[in-house]
């Protein structure tokens, strides 16, 4: 079994403040994604990172993916609302999801 | 192209009825997963499937069964619904390698709220 932890469970913000979250396991993964998901929606994947200390830009999102692969974060800049939702993460060996940082980002 | 679809989006329940739960999706992927929402909980895998024909237990299986007789579809049944099976449902799907080569990049449906009361 594979756990992956996420934290912080909830973070809430101001506009144009900087954050980042945390994926955290004790298992390598082969990859892994992340997801955000919006009040009532599915998940939407976000980026896949699969070298250990891969860097991967997204507008003003930046992931990166541990040297050992057990572990990921996600750090955006300049926060705005619309970056509000539930972030997961999910490791490529079975399938399994951390619980989500739920961000709330207030204008 | 409408990505993946669920049927129904809302559905009340009372103890010990059944349920079929439908998703179907047009991008030619060979893999399929049911996942329940709970609160906290993030998403856990009830089944999945690798190709048509074929099913596997995820996580947290009992109560439910699928059948994928079409690539394209993937049903869930609950046979006897219980108050625990109260959740938000997602269906998704992959192809065998995704863009970065990796297997498992997910496509999910909007999900079904199933209250059981």
């Known amino acids: 079994t594979q756990l992956l932890e996420q934290s912080p469970q909830f973070l809430s913000i101001q506009e144009g403040e900087n954050l980042t979250v945390y994926c955290n396991s004790s298992s390598v993964f082969s990859s892994l994604q992340w997801y955000r998901q919006e009040p009532g929606e599915g998940p939407v994947l976000l980026v896949t990172v699969v070298t250990g200390g891969e860097v991967k830009k997204l507008k003003r999102l930046t992931f990166q993916f541990g040297d050992a692969r057990k572990d990921s974060s996600l750090h955006i800049t300049a926060a705005q609302p619309g970056d509000t939702g539930l972030y997961l993460c999910a490791g490529n060996n079975d399938m399994r999801f951390g619980a989500g940082t739920r961000l709330t980002v207030k204008p | 192209n409408a990505g993946v679809t669920q049927t129904p989006k809302f559905r009340v329940l009372k103890t010990g009825q059944s349920m079929t739960l439908l998703c179907a999706q047009d991008m030619n992927h060979e893999y399929m997963y049911w996942y329940r929402q709970d609160p906290g909980m993030g998403l856990r895998l009830i089944h999945y499937?690798?190709?048509?024909?074929?099913?596997a237990k995820g996580e947290v299986p009992d109560g439910y069964n699928v059948s994928r007789l079409k690539k394209q579809n993937f049903l869930l049944g609950l046979e006897s619904a219980a108050p625990s099976q109260t959740s938000v449902y997602f269906c998704?799907?992959?192809?065998?390698?995704?863009?970065?080569?990796?297997?498992?990049?997910?496509?999910f449906g909007p999900g079904t709220r199933l209250t059981v009361t």
């Open positions: 998704a799907s992959s192809y065998r390698g995704g863009t970065s080569g990796a297997s498992y990049e997910q496509y």
């Open positions: 499937s690798v190709g048509e024909g074929t099913t």
